[in-house]
């Protein structure tokens, strides 16, 4: 289909490893966004990539998360080290451009559960 | 600090009857909100959205209404179906910016026959 995918759609990792999470955002769009949501609540962002350039990370909760979009499209999100907090969905969106008038399009998540 | 709170955590409601869903935000700077609707194993999906300049905005079934100096949005979607039933995400950006979006927790709403 044409909207935003992710992979893989469930991970589960045990404490410790390292975990990569895909995002394939609709074709052409220039803004990407990460969110975590975990259980109950509502999406948090993470961070914010304009083209490849990262422009906000303001909200990765620890410096063991890590975002990359090399060539301004694929997007991945690396957690090293997992812990159990981590446990939640990450979403990635995708828009058009970066103003309000921009409707977000969300992939599926990826729920991600630490052991 | 939740600068957008949902506080019913749930609502149910009669097909055919009016759903009312509420959304409070404290960050005055917030101009621009929207409403996503959420299916299980599914990613968010934008409804309704309204500029602070306006105090409604209406799309078919579903109407928008904007609070500024209550800082208070409500979502009301007339007449409800079954298909309506699914969790409701209110959301807060700021203009001027690449439209990052503050949620609140979301509404889960039950729409029975």
């Known amino acids: 289909g044409a909207g935003v995918s992710q992979s893989p759609r469930y991970k589960v990792a045990k404490r410790g490893q390292d975990v990569a999470l895909r995002c394939d955002p609709i074709?052409?769009?220039?803004?990407l966004f990460w969110y975590q949501q975990a259980l109950g609540q509502g999406p948090e962002f993470l961070t914010y990539?304009?083209?490849?350039?990262?422009?906000?990370k303001s909200g990765l909760p620890s410096d063991r998360f890590f975002a990359e979009r090399p060539e301004g499209s694929v997007s991945t999100l690396k957690i090293q080290r997992t812990q159990q907090e981590d446990s939640a969905v990450y979403l990635c969106?995708?828009?058009?451009?970066?103003?309000?008038?921009?409707?977000?399009?969300f992939g599926p998540g990826t729920r991600l559960t630490v052991l | 600090d939740q600068q957008v709170k949902q506080n019913s955590p749930s609502l149910s409601v009669q097909e055919g009857r009016i759903s009312i869903l509420n959304c409070d935000y404290t960050n005055s700077m917030f101009d621009y909100f929207l409403w996503y609707k959420k299916y299980p194993a599914e990613g968010p999906t934008f409804l309704i959205s309204?500029?602070?300049?306006?105090d409604k905005n209406e799309d078919g079934r579903f109407t928008v209404f904007l609070n500024k100096s209550a800082k208070h949005l409500s979502l009301h979607i007339v007449p409800s179906q079954p298909g309506d039933s699914a969790v409701y995400f209110c959301?807060?950006?700021?203009?001027?910016?690449?439209?990052?979006?503050?949620f609140g927790a979301g509404t889960r709403l039950a729409v029975h026959p």
């Open positions: 309204i500029s602070s300049i306006k």
């Open positions: 990539f304009q083209n490849e350039a990262q422009l906000d």
């Open positions: 074709s052409g769009h220039v803004s």
């Open positions: 959301a807060a950006s700021k203009t001027g910016g690449y439209n990052k979006l503050i």
């Open positions: 969106a995708s828009s058009q451009g970066p103003g309000i008038n921009n409707e977000q399009f």
